[in-house]
């Protein structure tokens, strides 16, 4: 009852404005409107109103903001206010027709992009706890748009990727997802993963002993070798195969480690 009344009347404008990245911006102000803002977003009664007061280009100039400041100076407390934000363009983003957000110009593709790795490795440094809420954004950027997916490519972002994949099996999973969005575009993107580090990062996270990340990795492999059959037949000379059979009597993996098994060796 309460928030479809906090949405028809002017306070989401009002909240939006606060929000504004600038010298009049008050860190804790901005950090309470945030959390408010997450929890509208949240409760789904309707956020294409946010989205057309502006919501995903605020949201995303504050991130651009945020970044900018991390690099200046260590000490910013601006972690308080990442975690709101990142969620609240996250949950927009899963309402926002990719479409519209990029016609709209709501979110700048490769500042964005840019401005959220600044973060990810602020996080590494200071906060690893923030990293999912950052790679969640990242998944939600790059799941339905190539030209998130080109930024990502085109500004040398897959290794700086890549490098987070020890941090957690959590972190681990999102980081494959985000591959795995990139590598289902086609084969113009698979091209751009392979050669590099990939491979033997994917033939590590394969021995890890958690079931999701084998099976995210699973999952990438196969469009990898898909698309580009060279990566297939590397993977069979770096002992691929060896990796693959260790899982071959996991039920919840048997009949994907086949799969790739047979694409491997048929590419």
């Known amino acids: 009852m309460i928030i479809p009344s906090v949405l028809g009347s002017t306070l989401p404008e009002h909240i939006l404005r606060l929000l504004q990245p600038g010298p009049k911006l008050n860190l804790g102000v901005a950090v309470e409107f945030a959390w408010c803002l997450h929890y509208i977003i949240c409760s789904q009664v309707d956020n294409t109103l946010l989205i057309s007061h502006g919501g995903l280009s605020t949201l995303g100039l504050l991130l651009l903001d ?21 969620r609240c363009l996250s949950n ?29 490795q602020f996080f590494l440094q200071k906060q690893p706890s923030l990293l999912p809420e950052g ?5 939600n950027l790059t799941a339905n748009s190539p030209s998130f997916c080109t930024s990502l490519l085109s500004m040398d972002l897959i290794e700086p990727l ?19 969005n990139v590598a289902e575009k086609g084969p113009a993107y698979c091209q751009r993963l392979w050669p590099g580090p990939l491979l033997s ?19 990438l492999l196969q469009l990898l070798f898909l698309y580009q059959p060279e990566a297939a037949k590397d993977f069979l ?9 260790r ?3 996991e039920a919840q993996l048997q009949d994907r480690v086949h799969a790739l098994q047979q694409t491997a060796l048929h590419q």
Do not use: K
């Open 66 to 86: 945020m970044a900018g400041a991390v690099q200046r100076t260590e000490d910013t407390g601006l972690e308080l206010l990442a975690c709101p934000v990142l």
């Open 92 to 120: 927009l983003l899963t309402e926002a027709a990719m479409e519209v957000v990029g016609g709209q110009n709501q979110l700048e593709d490769e500042r964005v992009v840019a401005a959220l790795f600044i973060l990810l």
């Open 135 to 139: 790679l969640w954004l990242l998944n």
């Open 162 to 180: 890549l490098q987070l994949l020890p941090v957690s099996n959590v972190v681990s999973i999102l980081v494959l997802t985000v591959l795995c």
């Open 201 to 219: 990062c994917l033939i590590g996270t394969l021995a890890s002993p958690d079931i999701e990340v084998v099976g995210q990795s699973l999952e």
């Open 237 to 245: 000379q770096q002992s691929g195969l060896q990796v693959l059979e």
């Open 247 to 249: 899982h071959q009597e």
